[in-house]
């Protein structure tokens, strides 16, 4: 894998299989590699994580802050908005 | 000796039940609502038809004229199975509890002179015998209806209407410090003010509705769609100017769960009239005929409460009413009324 690439990873829950699912579906270069109790997204360049793909696996609303509750660790620059969370390096 | 310690991952042989896997596709995680929705519903091994409908199952597709291919299509998007509903739930409570409290230690609303108190009685608190009426009509649905995702959801239906008519009841007792005075005489105003009759007209039209989709829309969509806009938008901004804000605070909940529960009615109608051209003609029909119903039953609640000003104010929910439903797809000029 490549010196750019950045990664977020999440514990292994029902919370956070929505916003993997959305991870994918919003990033289609990234790999999803199943650990026990953990889940790590590895991303060529750039990584993004948008509120409104979450909210429509979730059904309701969601602040994008609700990500560290479940999250274990991350490698990047993060620009984080509303809207979205991005990770890559500047 | 040297021992080496070694980790051995063990990865499970399956992500979900086999039922589940079906109707996803594949064997992926499934989300808890998930499990506790899809195949649910009881098919098989009834031996014996009812006695009280020898002509069809138990459990039927057929009690509604409504036609779908897969029943499961109509999930809640809110995702609630009993977990996540009750603690959704006991959160809004907890906060319904604080204004509630915070009206009563004040006594905001027992203070009130008697002709204020008097208004507010005719205007609110009879609207928990329509509430009543709308647990009874989702129980008909979660009765008849077919398939888990459904019918769990108007489950929870029937308890949030009970729970609405609870907080109506609060209401009224705050107003007639707690003697309940208030409920018996919105119970005398439900069944005898000529205001009232056309909503009580309507509920009790419904109660001896058979199909039970239809009642589905009757209740949640098109009287729902009506009654509660007229509400948020313009007797709970009156009744406040009028009467001062602790109203607004007590009928907090109501935009909120409005709001919510919305949700779930829009992806049902529109997963409905998605499928064909006859459940669309079906459904547009249903709203046809009972939007005119609604209608003409607001006209005089609207006219007693906001006077000259309620004419102005249905037409403004119809409105509201017709762009919503234009959005899930259905068109009221094709429907065969």
């Known amino acids: ?90 | 000796m040297q021992i080496d310690i070694k980790t051995q991952a063990v990865t499970q042989l399956r992500q979900t039940f086999s039922h589940v896997a079906r109707y996803l596709g594949n064997d992926k995680p499934a989300s808890r609502y998930q499990e506790a929705t899809y195949g649910l519903q009881a098919e098989t091994n009834f031996h014996y038809r009812p006695l009280w409908q020898p002509e069809l199952e138990l459990y039927d597709k057929r009690r509604t004229q409504l036609v779908m291919k897969d029943w499961y299509v109509l999930r809640d998007p809110r995702q609630f199975y009993y977990g996540t509903y009750t603690i959704t739930r006991a959160r809004q409570q907890e906060s319904m509890e604080k204004n509630i409290d915070f009206v009563e230690r004040r006594g905001l609303l027992r203070n009130l002179a008697p002709a204020a108190v008097e208004a507010l009685v005719l205007a609110l608190v009879p609207l928990r015998h329509l509430e009543w009426g709308a647990n009874t009509h989702n129980c008909h649905v979660t009765a008849y209806g077919w398939g888990t995702a459904l019918t769990q959801a108007t489950m929870f239906h029937t308890m949030d209407r009970l729970g609405l008519a609870q907080h109506l009841s609060r209401l009224g007792l705050l107003l007639d410090g707690n003697t309940g005075e208030s409920l018996a005489q919105a119970k005398a105003l439900w069944l005898n003010h000529p205001a009232w009759q056309g909503l009580r007209r309507v509920t009790e039209k419904m109660l001896v509705t058979q199909d039970c989709m239809e009642v589905f829309f009757a209740q949640n969509l098109v009287l729902d769609g009506l009654l509660y806009p007229l509400l948020q938008n313009h007797i709970e901004p009156h009744c406040a100017a009028e009467h001062g804000p602790a109203i607004s605070l007590l009928m907090d909940f109501l935009p909120q769960w409005f709001d919510e529960t919305s949700r779930w009615v829009d992806a049902v109608t529109k997963a409905c009239v998605a499928e064909s051209a006859a459940n669309h003609d079906l459904v547009a029909g249903w709203l046809a005929q009972w939007g005119a119903l609604v209608n003409d039953a607001l006209e005089p609640y609207a006219g007693m409460v906001l006077g000259e000003k309620g004419p102005q104010a249905v037409k403004a929910v119809e409105a509201i009413l017709e762009a919503r439903v234009g959005k899930l797809g259905i068109t009221l000029d094709r429907a065969v009324a």
């Open chain 1, 1 to 90: 894998m490549s010196s750019d690439t950045v990664f977020i990873a999440f514990q292994a829950n029902d919370d956070t299989r929505p916003i993997i699912e959305a991870i994918e579906a919003d990033n289609p270069e990234a790999r999803v590699a199943h650990f026990p109790a953990m889940i790590k997204v590895d991303a060529p360049g750039r990584l993004v994580v948008r509120r409104e793909s979450i909210e429509e696996r979730l059904g309701r609303a969601y602040d994008l802050r609700e990500l560290q509750i479940n999250l274990v660790s991350l490698s990047g620059n993060i620009d984080e908005s509303e809207d979205e969370f991005v990770l890559c390096w500047n």
